[in-house]
Every structure is written in C-alpha cells, then in structure tokens.
C-alpha cells in the first residue's frame, strides 16, 4: 500500500500537536492539516496555557493523571532546552488559595507538578481572606508562540496545512485514507455532537512585568497567571453561552478579583480582552469509528472536547490518538494485502 494519506481536521493545540505525534509515531504516513482558522484566531490563542489539570467526570483518574504526566514530561523538556523561548514555555512557581480546607488536600496531579506541599503561615499572611493554600511549580504555554512553534515543526516534517472549512467528515474520503477529527468545539455541528457544549471564557492579558509568581483562587474562577511577556487574569466560565463578545462588566469584575487576590495589579497597563468557547463534554472523545457510505469506509479517529485542561493534556491525548491511527494504518494495510491474495 502506497504512504496513507491522512487530513487531521482543526489546528488549535489539540489537532496540530496530534499532528505532529502521527508524524513521529507513523513515520510512514502523509500528513495534511486541514482548518477554518489557523493562529492567533482559535480557541487555543485564549487559552491561559496553565499546566493545571480540570478533572473530566467520565474518565477514570489514573487516564487523567497519565495524559498529564505525559504532557508535563513533553513541555518540562521543552522548557529546557534552547527553544524554551520560542516555543513560549517556562516553568513558574505560585499559590493556589483557599477560603476553607479543601475536601482533596492532595489533588491526583500533586507528585506530576514539582514541589508540591501546604503553604506556610507566613506565605498565608499575603492572602489575608483565605486559610489554607498550596505550594507548587507547573509549567505555561504562551499560547499562539506555542501554536506558531508546533506549526514551524510540522512544516519542517513536510506536513501541508490548508486553510479548509470542512462541512462533513465524509467529504474527504476520496482524498484521505485516514480522518482525525481535532475540531474542539466545531465538532457540535461538524459531527452533530450534542454531548458537547461551549463553557464560555473571558480573560484579560496585562502588562505587569513585576508579577512573577501564579495566584489561582481554589475554585479555579479568579487567576493570575504571568507569562512570558504578559500576565492572564480571569475568569469566567459561563455554560453554554456562544458569545465570543468581550463583555464590559464581566471585564471589571475580573480585574476587581484579581486586584483583591493582588493589589499591585491596581497598576497594570495595557489591557487586552479576549473571549473563548472551551469545548466541554462528560469526556474528551478520544476514539475510533469507521464511516461508511455505499460500501465505501472511512476510518476516523476522534481527539476533541478537551473543555477546560486541553493544554494540561494536549500532548498525552495526542499520543493515544496517533496510536489509534496507527491501528487504521494496520487494519487499511491488512485489508488491501489480503484483496491482494
Ligand atoms: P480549538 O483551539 O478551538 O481548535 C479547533 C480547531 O478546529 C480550530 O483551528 C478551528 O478553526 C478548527 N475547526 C473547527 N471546526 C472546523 C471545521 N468544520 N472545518 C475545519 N476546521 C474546523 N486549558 C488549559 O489546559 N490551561 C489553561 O490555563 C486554560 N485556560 C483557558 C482559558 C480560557 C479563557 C479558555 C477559553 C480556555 C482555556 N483552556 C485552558 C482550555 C483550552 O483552551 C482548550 O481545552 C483547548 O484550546 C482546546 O483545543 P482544541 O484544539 O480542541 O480547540
């Protein structure tokens, strides 16, 4: 069989990093992203980009912390290396603060992330209005540097990018052997996904290069997360809301939370707005299914619905994804050596 031919559909983080893991793991196959929107226009330039797992309900834990680990151990590397900068990836140490005791002391990511332990009575003394806190150093992905570094070494791999809406999956089966769909939240009308919903997200990206460390309110709603050249402060997360509008009132009430987490915020300048939808679901929908029309088959693995963590498990999803399509290269070449016969 000649190289099979596959389109990864989408290329936020989800489906250019899946990209790159099917070009490592299936070194035989021919890859093409195919997307609406490449960077800085997806759900992934919004994306804070911290290392902080969300806990999916219908997916056991031991799933959850390995994909973890798996990205923790991927960006950790980075992070060490001469790319760090490009690739927008540095480690940052901070708090996570509590008003009262949370049930889970222990979180299933607290021996992935470095340093992890209950913060001292003096480190509380700077969070007047909460009790208890933790300690920890995690990694952030500067967003669209990340997303322009994953394209630069899928490009370097040979892999073609187009900029391609795609209405039906079905259509690129005369094109592709193989579809991977990495459409986030355009998998509700690309493949009539009703168990997935956007959890709308606006954040605030400020200029105050003194803040060094991460503040994240225990609830995960109210953060501060600086990055490289700017500070993310949130949030929001409103279910089911579509509205990719920046909202005023909802923009002071950040800032508000965060300067009460962080005074010295009152100072920061340069204040940017940003919108996201998350592409929630019970679970990330993480497998195979073959289509077929007419006789005719198509297999599709599927690598979406990351909701609130996609960052925090890109690189462990795509690898199982790319292993998933590596089970089609295998069923595709079983096929035709036995029409062969
Ligand atoms: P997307 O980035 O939306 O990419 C989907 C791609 O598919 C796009 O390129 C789109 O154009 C394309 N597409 C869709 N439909 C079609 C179609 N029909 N044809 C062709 N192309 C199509 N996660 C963390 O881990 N840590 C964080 O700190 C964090 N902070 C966040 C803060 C906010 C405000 C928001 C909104 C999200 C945050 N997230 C965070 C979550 C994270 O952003 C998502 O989980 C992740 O970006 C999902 O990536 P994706 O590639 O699946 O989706």
């Known amino acids: 069989m000649a190289a099979p031919k596959v389109a990864v559909v989408g290329a936020g983080v989800i489906g250019l990093s899946t990209a790159l893991c099917i070009v490592e793991t299936c070194p035989s196959s021919s890859v093409t992203v195919l997307s609406d929107q490449f ?14 797992p969300h806990t999916y309900p219908g997916i056991p834990i031991h799933v959850q912390k390995q994909w973890f680990k798996e990205t923790f151990t991927y960006l950790f590397a980075i992070s060490n290396s001469a ?26 990511w607290s021996d992935v992330v470095l340093g992890f332990r209950p913060m001292s009575k003096a480190e509380l003394q700077k969070f007047p ?8 150093t995690t990694l952030k992905c500067d967003c669209p540097p990340y997303l322009l570094w994953l394209e630069k070494r899928l490009k370097a791999a040979g892999v073609q990018m187009y900029n391609r809406k795609v209405a039906d999956l079905w259509e690129l089966h005369r094109e592709y052997d193989i579809v991977v769909n990495c459409t ?26 003194w803040v060094k460390n991460f503040i994240r309110d225990g609830d995960g709603l109210t953060y501060i997360y600086p990055g490289i050249h700017r500070v993310t402060l949130g949030g929001t997360r409103e279910k089911e ?12 009430d950040i800032f508000d ?53 996609g960052f925090s498990v890109h690189r462990g999803t795509a690898k199982e994804a790319a292993r998933l399509v ?13 029409a062969k016969l």
Not at 184 to 209: M, N, S, W
């Open 184 to 209: 986030g939240i355009g998998a509700h009308q690309l493949v009539g996904d009703k168990k997935l919903f956007p959890v709308r997200g606006q954040v605030l990206q400020v200029h105050a290069p």
């Open 83 to 108: 790319e760090a900068s490009e690739a927008g990836i540095h480690l940052v140490s901070g708090w996570q603060v509590f008003k009262s005791t949370p049930k889970e002391e222990l979180p299933f």
């Open 257 to 309: 939370r965060c300067c009460s987490l962080e005074a010295s915020l009152q100072e920061a300048q340069d204040i940017k707005v940003k919108v996201g939808l998350r592409p929630s679901r019970q679970c990330v929908r993480l497998q195979r299914e073959v289509l077929s029309q007419g006789g005719v088959k198509l297999p599709v693995v599927h690598n979406y619905g990351h909701g609130a963590g």
């Open 326 to 338: 590596g089970e089609c290269i295998a069923a595709l070449q079983g096929s035709s050596s036995r």
């Open 129 to 136: 209005q909460h009790r208890f806190g933790q300690a920890f």
């Open 39 to 52: 960077s800085p226009n997806t759900t992934s330039d919004v994306a804070a980009g911290m290392l902080i």
């Open 241 to 252: 809301s579509w509205s990719l509008s920046p909202d005023p009132g909802t923009t002071k």
